[in-house]
């Protein structure tokens, strides 16, 4: 596996867990499922574009 795919594996990982699921994080609303997903778009067009 290259190291791309690999870090496309954890941001998705990331992104699903920061979903807001727990009491505590409700009030976050989506900022952080945002962010993230933003990160993982980047590091998708990255890797599609072989620069990663």
């Known amino acids: 596996m290259s190291v791309g795919t690999i ?4 941001l ?7 979903l807001p699921a727990w009491p505590h994080s409700r009030s976050w609303g ?3 499922t945002g962010v993230l997903g933003t990160v993982l ?3 998708l067009i990255l ?3 072989g620069r990663v």
């Open 30 to 32: 989506y900022a952080p």
């Open 7 to 10: 870090l496309l594996i954890v």
């Open 12 to 18: 998705v990982l990331i992104l699903v867990g920061a």
């Open 41 to 43: 778009v980047i590091v």
């Open 47 to 49: 890797v599609l574009l």
